[in-house]
Nanobody, 118 residues
Framework: QVQLVESGGGLVQPGGSLRLSCAAS????????MGWYRRAPGKQRELVAGITRGGSTNLADSVQGRFAISRDNAKNTVYLYLQMNSLKPEDTAVYYC??????????WGQGTQVTVSS
């Protein structure tokens, strides 16, 4: 089992920045890929960014050049970050941390709201 706790969402003006954090605990040695998804009102959930155990990253076309994903392995916790710059109103969504283990189990965080509005 992996437990995920997210933080860092909020209200920001267009052009602003936010950093989302996700703390993963429990069976962290089983974690393979980590990622951030988002669900905007009236839309399907979409992958925003992913990072593998080896550090390879991928970003959705819509956030290329503006967002960055990173992870930090501590002793009993793995931290996942999403640095979001040059935010746009269309980035408004609930953002979810996601983990896939080596046995292909998938875990989700509770979600954190990001609202980009003037």
């Amino acid at each position: 089992q992996v437990q995920l706790v997210e933080s860092g969402g909020g209200l920001v003006q267009p052009g602003g920045s936010l950093r989302l954090s996700c703390a993963a605990s429990g069976s962290i040695s089983s974690i393979n890929t980590m990622g951030w998804y988002r669900r905007a009102p009236g839309k399907q959930r979409e992958l925003v960014a992913g990072i593998t155990r080896g550090g390879s990253t991928n970003l959705a076309d819509s956030v290329q050049g503006r967002f960055a994903i990173s992870r930090d392995n501590a002793k009993n916790t793995v931290y996942l970050y999403l640095q979001m710059n040059s935010l746009k109103p269309e980035d408004t969504a609930v953002y979810y941390c996601n983990v896939i283990t080596g046995t292909y189990s998938r875990y989700w965080g509770q979600g954190t709201q990001v609202t980009v509005s003037s």
